[in-house]
């Protein structure tokens, strides 16, 4: 059994030394309350609401920042692990929305996001490579980031290469729904667990920034496309979840979400774009 | 626009000639009252809860069968379509659980359901050739049956390939679900509608049958991922859809759900099967 907390937080628009040392306090919050796994939002230790490349380049760090070292410190007692977003310089000079994984060791890998959401693509670099799954102390995670959530492929890829849980920061921008309906991202969400028999932890953030609100949507889905938990008066999800339920894709002897796929019809899915 | 009727019947398990009447009937009714897509639920003419091949091949019918006359005379007046579940006795003698595209001119279309739910494999075989769109009188319509539904490959790829509206007969069994919950077929329809842009009406059934009862979830679900029909006192689920909307697959100037794609880090989603 898995304790997850998402910390939906609210970052200072480029001020990164605030926000690390915001994030690095949550994070030791909620590892003395018992998680094992903490889930931050999507570009917290940077801010959202940049208008150009320029702008975010000013709040862009490579994976060596000391952030991730103090995240790192704050989960090393517990075996834990910390996913969040944050503004990346690359080595190309470019910006990236990316999403670290940290344990006790230090980074275990970045994602940079693959589908930028509306006007970053103002501000951010698409990523050129598929989302990773990686090997952690608390499971196999596949990392996606907000926009990502809504690309089917995207799910069932990093599901049918073994994550046991995808781990989601997000930054969703505040949409009218119909009364008594969740927000579009989350029945996405419980889709894509159902159908992939996988959990999965989305962190959305809060905070107006630049007079953006969000839809403050956090929560954690189980196995079963079930939403577990959303966010307390504090703005925290959290949630026990036992990772391993994901590796059974069957509801019955004869019935397997994978074992009955039929690959070989789906070839339209991957075509090239138009 | 076009108004779309999902009847939610109750087969005569086995009983050809009276599900022909009652689906006859029914279609008149729906047609009376303005309705120009009438979508029936999974193996309407046959029943569903039979134990063998050879059972089911007593219900099996070709598609030149009267029924589908009788279903070409209750639309012609009004330019109409009807789609709605058999069981198919094959050029090949096997039975295949399949659905039938009906306009004024006859038979436009047959699909064979690709995946097969649970038991139905001890009577059903599957079919080998991805589902069709078909140009109809009311639009493009791309055809699944009930569990194809949550392999999100199915809806991608009819939608990639332009279907403006997905017909999906169905028989979903009842299902126990938290207080307050959908059943999770439509949540999985919501967000295949969501992710896609795509309407979707969904017929499922009524009657229990060798003591199967049915979660009689029937609904008409928008292109923005909203159910805007449930079924009402008679078992109808009503609405008027534009299905040209199901054309545009953005969300702002700079939002795409289909350009913003990026198939070709896709790739696991088609790897061979495990």
Sequence with gaps: MTRIACRQLAPELGAVDANVRMTTAAIRESVAAGAQLV???????????FTSADEARTAAITPEHPVFAAWSDAVRGVGGVVVGGFAELGDDG????????VDGSGVLAVYRKVHLWDKEK??????????????????RLGILVCFDLEF???????????????VVPTNWPLETVPEGERV????????AAYSNRVGIACCDRTGI????????????INEQGWVIANVDADGVATADLDLQLSRDKSLSAM????GDRRPELYGAVTAPKA
Tied chains: 1, 2.
């Design 209 to 220: 920034e630049r007079g953006q609100d969000w839809n403050g949507a956090s929560c954690i």
């Design 39 to 49: 889930v931050l939002p999507e570009l917290i230790v940077s801010g959202y609401m």
């Design 122 to 139: 103002l501000s951010f670099t698409p990523g050129f490579v598929p989302p990773p799954v990686v090997e952690t102390p608390v499971g």
């Design 152 to 166: 089917p492929e995207m799910t069932r890829s990093l599901a049918l290469r073994g994550a046991e849980l995808l």
């Design 94 to 101: 470019l910006v990236y929305n990316s999403a670290a994984v």
């Design 184 to 191: 579009p991202e989350v029945t996405v969400g419980m889709a």
């Design 255 to 258: 019935v397997d979400f994978f």
